[in-house]
T-cell receptor, first 116, second 114 residues
Framework: AQKVTQAQTEISVVEKEDVTLDCVYE???????LFWYKQPPSGELVFLIR??????QNEISGRYSWNFQKSTSSFNFTITASQVVDSAVYFC?????????????FGTGTRLTVIP | DTGVSQNPRHKITKRGQNVTFRCDPI?????LYWYRQTLGQGPEFLTY????????KSRLLSDRFSAERPKGSFSTLEIQRTEQGDSAMYLC????????????FGPGTRLTVL
């Protein structure tokens, strides 16, 4: 069975601090995809990144970076030099290639508050 | 704007009434998904379409729920005889056909059942 765990319910940081959001997943598929989405107060889910199970390279995009480790089934997300605009709920999600729907299984989210 | 759109954005109804939501996906996307999100939770999968065919339904989709996607374009989600437990944000997403492609979400329809 698939499962995504985001153990951190809420995190508060002061602006310009770095912050890491944790994500641990479970799946029996050997081919799967991992995602991060941002949900700002406006409510619309914004796609941030997709990573497939065969690509363990870390990725950096501006102030965002992602660390994918299959050995620990983790896909963590780091924001460097956080800004107030980063305040949002962040969701980690899993999609299994073997399932026809390829629907997303979401974690419960981490609410990040960046204090100015 | 070429993103996913949903209407209405908010709906307040009385228990027992029927409601219908509409989703217009990104035009070239073959797949369309419906999710439900309750307070403090991540979205949960309800159903999906590949073109006009509804290929999978979650156990969350009771027989009071029905979804259509005529001609593989926009989709509607209808809830009959609404219950207070149906109060949630209903999200629509679309993606290209192949698995693993990112899903792009609409702004959602927030349903409140009084």
């Amino acid at each position: 069975a698939q499962k995504v765990t985001q153990a951190q319910t809420e995190i508060s940081v002061v602006e310009k601090e770095d912050v890491t959001l944790d994500c641990v997943y479970e799946t029996r598929d050997t081919t799967y995809y991992l995602f991060w989405y941002k949900q700002p107060p406006s409510g619309e889910l914004v796609f941030l990144i997709r990573r497939n199970s065969f690509d363990e390279q870390n990725e950096i995009s501006g102030r965002y970076s992602w660390n994918f480790q299959k050995s620990t089934s983790s896909f963590n997300f780091t924001i460097t030099a956080s800004q107030v605009v980063d305040s949002a709920v962040y969701f980690c999600a899993l999609s299994e290639a073997g399932a026809g729907a390829n629907n997303l299984f979401f974690g419960t989210g981490t609410r990040l508050t960046v204090i100015p | 704007d070429t993103g996913v759109s949903q209407n209405p954005r908010h709906k307040i109804t009385k228990r027992g009434q029927n409601v219908t939501f509409r989703c217009d996906p990104i035009s070239e996307h073959n797949r369309l998904y419906w999710y439900r999100q309750t307070l403090g939770q991540g979205p949960e999968f309800l159903t999906y379409f590949q073109n006009e065919a509804q290929l999978e339904k979650s156990r969350l989709l009771s027989d009071r729920f029905s979804a259509e996607r005529p001609k593989g374009s926009f989709s509607t989600l209808e809830i009959q005889r609404t219950e207070q437990g149906d109060s949630a944000m209903y999200l629509c997403a679309s993606s290209l056909l192949a698995g693993g492609f990112e899903q792009f979400f609409g702004p959602g329809t927030r349903l409140t059942v009084l």
